[in-house]
């Protein structure tokens, strides 16, 4: 996303100093840390994501380990499920 704002950068770079630059300017910062907010919190549910299916899959694969040869994935979970 950021290298996206690079033209808005480099036309910055390129403005006199006056008024209209230095609102400009404060535009495109402010969309920066919006940018880096929104992938500090798409990286926060990621996390989250990860943590709660490493949970959930955790308990099955160490009951499929325990059980007996015969037992199928599908007995194994439902006695999982009714825990």
């Known amino acids: 996303m950021a290298?996206?704002?690079k033209a808005y950068?480099?036309?910055?770079?390129?403005?006199?100093?006056t008024l209209?630059?230095?609102?400009?300017?404060?535009a495109?910062?402010?969309l920066y840390a919006h940018i880096?907010?929104?992938l500090a919190?798409?990286?926060?549910?990621?996390?989250?994501a990860l943590c709660n299916w490493r949970r959930e899959r955790d308990p099955l694969?160490?009951?499929?380990?325990?059980a007996p040869a015969r037992t199928s994935r599908?007995?194994?979970t439902k006695q999982i499920e009714l825990r």
């Open 3 to 5: 290298n996206r704002l």
């Open 9 to 17: 950068m480099d036309f910055l770079h390129g403005l006199p100093p």
């Open 20 to 26: 209209t630059r230095t609102n400009f300017e404060a």
């Open 28 to 30: 495109l910062t402010e």
């Open 36 to 38: 880096l907010q929104f």
């Open 41 to 48: 919190q798409a990286i926060q549910m990621l996390k989250l």
């Open 61 to 66: 694969e160490i009951a499929i380990d325990h």
């Open 74 to 76: 599908v007995e194994v």
